[in-house]
């Protein structure tokens, strides 16, 4: 159960490593690497790439990789935006889900994040819900321009507290200086303020870092001392596979075996994802 790890995660000082996929080859490599370092990982879709891969296809091919490879990979709904969304990807047997309506005023992101925990937890009461609070700026790809974050973008601790025992969530993904997608300048993290909102969410809710690509090795380490127990990874990956297949296409250009041009992409982001999950030390926690 992801409780389990989540709990090891502040007892031990370690992160579970999330990553996103839209086709199956993204998922081979999550997979492959999470089975190459024995590490309990998250795989997520967010509602584009959902659609993409398909909500019944998601789920039986997670399914598949985790009978092959016998270790725990959980899916999660990755910024759910929408009672709807929640509740089919709920529906479908989602192992977690981040209903995410931090779009909202607080009052209504506290009403409609509380509606699909009641939900999520009547059809599954061990499945995960992940709410969001502040504003997190970006989006998962690489971005030529500064993106400055303000500061009433942040998450404030006495906030998160409120939410938390409000909504009733499990995990809470807080704005913190983190972005999404990689900005031309590097993130800024608050990591007291990380700190703070832990204090604030109590032990039993755990916080989960966005935005993880572009990233400094150091933030990831004073990002778990001070409280983090999950990072997402999603635009990382997204540039290996892509700049892997356009060396391949121009190396290869005769080459039409689909197998064979997409096989360096698998290889190129599981190097990425071997690379995060050491650092979040999570490599032989299963
Ligand atoms: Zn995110």
């Not at 959902?50 to 999660?76: C, D, S, T, W």
């Not at 059809?123 to 502040?134: A, Q, V």
């Not at 939410?163 to 993904?173: I, K, Q």
């Amino acid at each position: 159960m992801i409780k389990n790890y989540l709990k090891r995660t502040t007892e031990e000082k370690w992160a579970l490593g999330h990553f996103n996929f839209s086709e199956d080859d993204a998922l081979r490599a999550i997979a492959q690497a999470a089975f190459n370092l024995k590490a309990p990982i998250l795989v997520g879709t967010s509602e584009g790439e959902r659609k993409h891969i398909g909500l019944k296809q998601a789920v039986n091919l997670v399914k598949a990789f985790r009978e092959e490879f016998g270790i725990p990979i959980f899916l999660n709904a990755d910024h759910h935006k929408s009672f709807d969304a929640v509740k089919e990807a709920v529906d479908a047997g989602y192992d977690a889900i981040l209903a995410d309506f931090s779009a909202l005023p607080f009052e209504e992101n506290v009403k409609m994040t509380k509606q699909s925990v009641e939900y999520a937890k009547s059809k599954n009461p061990d499945i995960i819900i992940e709410g969001e609070l502040g504003y997190m700026r970006g989006e998962s790809k690489l971005q030529k321009e500064i993106i400055e974050i303000k500061s009433e973008d942040l998450t404030k601790p006495e906030e998160a507290g409120r939410f938390v025992r409000e909504t009733g969530v499990d995990m809470l993904a807080p704005a913190v200086g983190n972005i999404h997608g990689i900005a031309a300048n590097a993130p800024n993290i608050d990591f007291q303020r990380i700190g703070d909102i832990k204090k604030a969410v109590g032990s039993e809710v755990y916080l989960v870092l966005h935005g993880g690509s572009g990233m400094s090795e150091s933030d990831f380490k004073n990002a778990i001392e001070a409280g983090i127990s999950m990072i997402h990874i999603n635009t990382e990956i997204r540039v290996a596979f892509t700049e892997a297949l356009r060396k391949t296409l121009e190396e290869m250009p005769e080459e039409t075996t689909p197998y064979k041009i997409l096989t360096p992409s698998i290889e190129a982001m599981k190097k990425v994802i071997e690379e995060k999950l050491r650092i979040f030390g999570s490599v032989s926690k299963l």
